[in-house]
């Protein structure tokens, strides 16, 4: 076992989230490692594990040590599927594999910290202030926008590759991370490992920053650099979300004046998109790319997997196709891609519930999340949606909490008259 220099560093950030009381560090913590896809904190037998799940198992320790009597246990829908999603992922891979490798076990366990990380969000969201939730994505936005120029200007070549750079957020020499292409590389990816994986944070940032009340400088400034960043990732999957996503979101939210100037102004970002050149490349002639090929290769060799095994699939990290649909398919079988499905889709229905509350945001920024999974997202263990599903968590529990507690009150003033 070894440990890295980013290693050391993070460990020490971890041990110093451990002190507050409060766990709004810790949080911060577990969305920052999140985002650091291309780091290793301790390589073991050539196998480099990364800050996620140290942080995962961190985060739920000290969520264990602060433990909140006033919120009632229940398990909820949502809660009951991902336990049940879990349990199907270890029987699929006890029925297919007479020996199970070391790799396979940790990336058994590398999910269900995210799982019991989702969960357990909503049980500690009274030791995590609002403020700080806010600042903290702000705080990771900031990041993201500046780490994807400086990758960006590096994978140009228009500025070396700096060795510090490389230390604190490239650590990992995998040739499928975009940063490690040697030759000049034209798209934006920020510090995840290429750009597909950048689409479902950008994305949702640019509307949880839409949504945003009382917008100041700060936030138009924002927008603006998050668009264009976008528009750099020179990704299918990210212009996908950017175009249908956004779009459903303003006609359900805005009024028709607001929702007729917004349509304007995509119609100019598509317009120069379009004249550029880039939507024929990334989106009406994707298919017939080298990628595109590829992508449609994958799936295929994935759903042939689905036939051969419709029921139990072939074993949890059997497969690796372009969407995540398919990976399931012909990992989980028709039983785990349901209960996925029903996971993920449970957004919709608080979306629906919670329209009109500034919380139906995260909601969105779920769906985004989803919708890109769906598209590209060809792991269900995908670091960058499970950043957006525990913002979602703990925004959606917090909210619902004080709708509990708002009940209450109300309650016992009716039966006091």
């Known amino acids: 076992m070894q440990i890295t220099f980013f290693g050391f560093l993070w460990l020490i950030i971890l041990i110093l989230s451990l002190i507050p009381k409060k766990n709004n560090f810790i949080f911060g913590c577990l969305l920052f490692s999140m985002v650091l896809q291309c780091d290793n904190v301790i390589t073991i037998s050539g196998m480099g594990v990364g800050p996620q799940v140290i942080t995962c198992i961190v985060f739920l320790a000290k969520a264990l040590l602060t433990p909140n009597k006033k919120i009632k246990y229940t398990i909820g829908k949502q809660t009951a599927i991902l336990l049940f999603l879990i349990i199907w992922i270890v029987l699929t891979v006890f029925v297919n594999e007479s020996t199970i490798s070391l790799e396979l076990i940790f990336r058994i366990i590398q999910i269900g910290l995210y799982f019991l990380c989702f969960i357990k969000l909503a049980r500690v969201r009274d030791s995590i202030s609002k403020n700080s939730i806010y600042k903290t994505i702000d705080l990771l936005t900031i990041f993201l926008l500046t780490m994807g120029i400086i990758q960006f200007l590096m994978s140009c070549h228009i500025i070396p590759k700096f060795s510090i750079i490389r230390i604190l957020f490239y650590n990992d020499s995998s040739e499928s991370i975009a940063f490690n292409i040697s030759g000049v590389y034209e798209r934006m990816c920020s510090t995840l490992m290429e750009p597909s994986f950048f689409a479902p944070i950008i994305v ?167 919708f890109c999974q769906f598209l590209a997202g060809s792991q269900l263990d995908l670091s960058s949606f499970w950043l957006i599903a525990f913002i979602y968590s703990i925004n959606l529990s917090k909210y619902e909490g004080t709708l509990q507690l708002s009940n209450h009150h109300l309650k016992n003033k009716i039966n006091w008259r």
């Open 204 to 370: 949702s940032l640019f509307l949880y920053f839409l949504h945003k009340n009382n917008k100041k400088a700060k936030d138009y400034i924002i927008l603006s650099i998050i668009v264009i960043e976008i528009i750099l990732t020179k990704s299918s999957t990210a212009f996908a979300a950017f175009l249908v996503v956004t779009m459903i979101f303003a006609y359900k939210n805005y009024k028709r004046d607001k929702f007729i100037i917004f349509a304007c102004s995509y119609i100019v970002i598509f317009g120069f998109i379009y004249w550029t050149g880039l939507f024929d490349d990334v989106i009406l002639n994707k298919l017939s790319t080298a990628s595109g090929i590829t992508r449609t290769r994958l799936n295929d060799a994935a759903f042939d997997l689905f036939l051969a095994n419709p029921f139990f699939g072939n074993g949890y990290k059997s497969s690796s196709a372009s969407s995540l649909i398919f990976t399931l398919l012909a990992e989980t079988g028709i039983i785990g891609t349901l209960l996925y499905f029903c996971f993920a889709l449970y957004s919709l229905k608080t979306v629906v519930k919670y329209q009109k509350q500034k919380e139906s945001i995260f909601s969105w920024m779920f769906i985004v999340a989803v």
